[in-house]
């Protein structure tokens, strides 16, 4: 059975968190003497002299709603970044605990757990890079904390079996976490439609792609309210600056911008692929329900070498798990892609003449 109190670190369930001056009144008119911020302004035309909602408030009543949750269903982070490393300090005892991740995947859940001096157990996809339930389940150890899912998966692009999700939120004890990511490319719906059959389900997602905005840095997480409010009281008090909850409050008036952007990226994706799919050099490319490709080279060294000669940045993939020969490459504007293809197609001739 999952118990949130088996799961989280006894000292931070127990925590009495940071209680700031937006904490103690949270009135919005008066004389604001409590916070030893400048009276006068900033040393900038636009002021940025008062600290800013730690709760974030209005951003989770305007989110929440688009995302079929609750806003005590909802913590915002300084990126996915933030909940990520977050879950784990909340739930993994240094030396002690561990994560169990299914490579290839994200690099942040390993990376976040190897900062904190939390054990990673890593249980391959298989070749076409489906989660390996039964492997999963033999590979969970008694100190085994968080098993994290990234659907649709980064690098390989593709969503995973929904069955076997909802299977480890049935049969592990710990915390799923689903990284959704890429969920506004596919055409599933959200998990975080399910948090209330599931108390262990928790769901990433991200403003850095679909919506365009990864410099305001902004992840999502979505779960139970008891563990959002332990993710409240263990985080930075004001993780979010005000600049960028101004912002948001903006973008999410438009979410029909990122509708439009999401079926461009669609429909250039599509393109991209076909028009790869007729190089000689391409064994093969892998199916996405994200922005990006995952595509397999007869030589995917030479071939990313070329591509940084003619100042074509893509992601090389090739020495990860189950990777083996295979470049990621995002989607972009039509122009960006044609200007890949056609430098691809003149790769593929000069290794010809050579
Ligand atoms: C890009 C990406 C994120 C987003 O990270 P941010 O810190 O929110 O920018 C999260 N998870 C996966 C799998 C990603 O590929």
């Excluded at 949750?69 to 240094?94: H, Y």
């Excluded at 100190?143 to 999700?165: F, H, R």
């Excluded at 669609?266 to 393109?271: F, I, P, T, V, Y």
């Excluded at 892998?286 to 071939?303: I, M």
């Amino acid at each position: 059975m999952f118990s949130l109190k088996n799961i989280i670190r006894p000292h931070i369930f127990d925590l009495t968190p940071y209680s700031s001056a937006r904490d103690e009144y949270t009135g919005k008119i008066g004389v604001f003497l409590d916070a030893n911020e400048n009276p006068f302004g900033s040393v900038l035309p636009e002021n940025h002299n008062r600290y800013p909602d730690p709760h974030q408030v209005l951003i989770k009543e305007k989110l929440a709603p688009l995302k079929g949750v609750t806003p005590r269903q909802t913590f915002l982070g300084n990126g996915s970044d933030e909940p990520i490393d977050l879950l784990i300090r909340a739930s993994c005892t240094p030396g002690k605990d561990s994560i169990l991740i299914l490579p290839p995947t994200y690099g942040m859940y390993e990376v976040s757990a190897s900062i904190n001096d939390v054990k990673v157990i890593k249980v391959p996809l298989t070749p076409d890079y489906l989660i390996d339930t039964e492997a999963v389940m033999r590979a969970i150890e008694p100190d085994t904390k968080i098993v994290w899912v990234c659907s649709p998966n980064n690098p390989s692009g593709n969503l995973v079996q929904g069955d076997a999700i909802e299977y480890l939120l049935n049969n592990f004890d710990g915390l799923v976490v689903v990284d959704e990511a890429y969920i506004d490319f596919a055409t599933i719906p959200s998990w975080n439609q399910r948090l209330a059959e599931f108390p262990n389900l928790v769901v990433l997602q991200t403003f850095s792609k679909a919506w365009g905005l990864a410099s305001l840095r902004l992840g999502m997480c979505f779960a139970s309210e008891e563990l959002i409010a332990i993710l409240n009281k263990i985080k930075p008090p004001y993780n979010l600056s005000g600049p960028t909850q101004q912002y948001l409050l903006d973008a999410l008036d438009h979410a029909e911008k990122k509708d439009a952007m999401v079926q461009d990226v669609l429909a250039e994706r599509d393109q991209l692929h076909r028009a790869l799919g007729e190089l000689s050099e391409v064994v093969r490319i892998h199916p996405s329900d994200a922005n990006f490709l995952l595509v397999e080279f007869k030589d995917a060294a030479a071939t990313m070498k070329y591509l940084i000669d003619e100042k074509i940045i893509v992601r090389d993939r090739s020495k990860v798990t189950l990777c083996a020969g295979c470049l990621r490459i995002s989607v972009g504007t039509s122009q960006e892609n044609e200007v890949l293809v056609k430098a691809l197609k003149k790769f593929r001739q000069n290794s010809v003449i050579a």
